[in-house]
Nanobody, 120 residues
Framework: QVQLVESGGGLVQAGGSLRLSCAASGTFFSINLMRWHRQAPGKQRELVAGITSGGKTNYVRSVEGRFTISRDNAKNTVFLQMNSLKSEDEAGYYC??????????????WGQGTQVTVSS
């Protein structure tokens, strides 16, 4: 069983910064793609940023230039540095990972989420 555990959410003023972390634990061989998604009340969950095991990144346009995704493969951890936060960034942030075992079987995992609240 694999667990993804997020941390780092909280309350921040508009224009401020937060750094989210997501650590994977359990039994697996590798984690390929890791992503951050977010979901605000009444809205669909959306992809925020993704990063491959090789470090290739992609972002939703609304966070480009403000958010940075990174990962530490040795620690099976992905980060999301969020700067210049806006009220529209307020949401639950969820970590997603595509995990593989040594036999090549892969599956998808989600974390429980961490709340980001932006005050104006």
């Amino acid at each position: 069983q694999v667990q993804l555990v997020e941390s780092g959410g909280g309350l921040v003023q508009a224009g401020g910064s937060l750094r989210l972390s997501c650590a994977a634990s359990g039994t697996f061989f590798s984690i390929n793609l890791m992503r951050w998604h977010r979901q605000a009340p009444g809205k669909q969950r959306e992809l925020v940023a993704g990063i491959t095991s090789g470090g290739k990144t992609n972002y939703v346009r609304s966070v480009e230039g403000r958010f940075t995704i990174s990962r530490d493969n040795a620690k099976n951890t992905v980060f999301l540095q969020m700067n210049s936060l806006k009220s529209e960034d307020e949401a639950g942030y969820y970590c997603y990972g595509e995990v593989a075992d040594s036999g090549g079987y892969s599956w998808r995992c989600w974390g429980q989420g961490t709340q980001v609240t932006v005050s104006s």
